[in-house]
């Protein structure tokens, strides 16, 4: 879609400051400026030049309607669209005018007078210096020329030329192996004699478990009873006594006795059903036989009354229990007391600082009283199970694992080489165990630190002294003034050149590590 054009026509003798009251109302439109049939407006250049301008300042884009050859050219001369009609303005592309009024030098009509003539009549007029020859100006030229050359290849030789040298420095991993000293009665540290101050706490604790017992203990056997039949092998009526003693007959017998007196009677084949119960000696789950065992009569009616129990025998059951014994005691006592010395670390971490640590080798009871212990059954008691409830009082030793890291690093610090520098982000502790408690309560354990530490160097100085030197030379300085862990790389501008740059600035250093 084009853009909408505002129309200013003007009246035969309409001024400059006439046409920018108008424009004064419009911003960042085309505007199509409209002459009088009838007389003419604005015939000055100058006029079409202010007009220009605050359209400019308005971001407005000109363009005329005018049959005035006079303005036309003015038109031209400033680049400003001219049309015939204003239909033809709707459909021609406009151009973009300029603000100038006067023309280059070069522009100028060929019939303009020079210098010379406006003498007379101008007199700000200079008069041309005499012209130097062709071959001293020529000779003048040139040996500013070669003057200039000159300058710029010395600048050139000296500015242009850069190095970069990739310095790989070497690096040392020092370690130690170290005993520490933890000492309840120091107050501070003292690196040199490996010593850091100890504190003690204590925790009042209580705990309880159960372990299955391992005793047996044996009770007395229960007594199988059933029921037998009695065969009458006679024609007589046969009495059989309480107390009668009859048995198996497969392996080793089984003696059972009737329980009461019972009469079979009279005639062979005769029956009659009576208790028994087995003897002592048969007491227990032995005495349960099947059906059909019990066969025998023993005493003075074997060969006269037959037997025979039709059922099995039941009741019969051999009795022991599960019982405590001291080793059972002991046992729970000793599992509590470890659960106890648990218990008590735990609560001690709770109080400890980030830095602090408990010395575990030391953890021990050092109150323990046999009213604070509550078994749940003596020795020999039948029970599956041993339950115990017990208190007691639990101290441990406490280090600060710092001190114990600087004094590590300060013994790494005292094999530094000269012209290292430890990197503090490698540096590795490690606590050892602890290698002695001595009577007087002093705690004495081992650590071991390792720090890597990299060779330094003073770049600026190095470029002050490489400036200018050949590379087999930079490379001798260097390997003797820097501590290397290979050959120094050299990467120049232009390429190959085999001399460093004069000036330091252009020489870059950079440093690596193995």
């Not at 604005?42 to 220009?52: C, M, Y």
């Not at 039941?314 to 002991?330: K, L, N, P, Y």
């Not at 890291?405 to 080489?417: C, D, M, Y």
């Amino acid at each position: 879609m084009s853009q909408r054009i505002e129309y200013i026509q003007l009246a035969a003798g309409d001024d400059v400051p006439h046409v920018r009251d108008r424009l004064s109302f419009i911003r960042g439109k085309r505007v199509l400026i409209i002459w009088p049939e009838q007389g003419t407006a604005l015939t000055r250049k100058l006029d079409l030049v202010l007009i220009q301008r605050e359209a400019r300042r308005r971001a407005i884009q000109l363009a005329l309607v005018t049959h005035d050859p006079l303005v036309t050219a003015h038109a031209h001369e400033l680049n400003i669209s001219v049309f015939e009609t204003i239909g033809a303005s709707e459909k021609a592309r406009w151009k973009r005018g300029r603000t100038k009024v006067f023309v280059q030098r070069h522009h100028k009509p060929e019939d303009s007078p020079t210098p010379q003539e406006l003498l007379p009549v101008a007199s700000r007029v200079r008069v041309p210096r005499a012209r130097t020859s062709a071959l001293r100006f020529v000779l003048e030229r040139t040996l500013v020329l070669l003057l200039l050359l000159g300058v710029l290849a010395t600048c050139s030789y000296v500015v242009l030329p850069s190095a970069t040298i990739t310095l790989t420095l070497a690096t040392q991993t020092l370690t130690t192996d170290t005993l520490l000293i933890a000492d309840p009665n120091a107050s501070d540290i003292d690196i040199e004699a490996a010593v850091i101050p100890m504190t003690r706490l204590r925790a009042t604790v209580q705990s309880s478990g159960t372990v299955a017992t391992s005793g047996i203990t044996r009770t007395a056997d229960t007594i199988a009873i059933g029921i037998v039949t009695f065969t009458n092998q006679t024609a007589n009526a046969v009495t059989i006594p309480a107390s009668t003693t009859v048995s198996t007959s497969a392996g080793t017998p089984i003696l059972f006795k009737t329980i009461t007196e019972v009469t079979l009677p009279a005639g062979i084949g005769e029956r009659v059903d009576v208790g028994v119960e087995a003897m002592q000696s048969s007491a227990g789950s032995v005495g349960n036989v099947g059906a059909g065992l019990i066969n025998t009569v023993v005493g003075p009616l074997e060969n006269v009354v037959s037997v025979r129990n039709l059922n099995p025998t039941t009741g019969g059951e051999s009795r022991t229990f599960a019982s405590v014994t001291e080793q059972d005691r002991d046992s729970l006592l000793a599992r509590l007391r470890g659960q106890l010395q648990a218990s008590a670390y735990s609560e001690m971490q709770t109080q400890l600082s980030e830095s602090q640590l408990i010395i575990i080798e030391t953890i021990r009871i050092v109150e323990e009283r046999e009213d604070w212990k509550a078994f749940s059954h003596n020795v020999g008691d039948i029970s599956d199970t041993l339950s115990l409830t017990m208190r007691a009082v639990v101290e441990a030793n406490v280090i600060d694992d710092r001190f114990a890291r600087q004094i590590v690093f300060a013994q790494l610090s005292a094999q530094k080489p000269a012209r290292y520098l430890l990197d503090p982000d490698s540096y590795q502790y490690t606590r050892g165990a602890v290698q002695d408690i001595t009577p007087e309560g002093r705690v004495l354990f081992s650590a071991q630190g390792s720090v890597v530490a990299r060779a330094q160097a003073d770049l600026s100085l190095l470029q002050e002294s490489l400036s200018g030197k050949s590379l087999s030379e930079a490379t001798a300085l260097l390997r003797q003034t820097v501590p290397l862990a290979a050959d120094p790389r050299y990467q120049t501008f232009p390429d190959g050149m085999n001399v460093l740059p004069l000036l330091p600035i252009r020489i870059t250093l950079t440093v690596t590590y193995p």
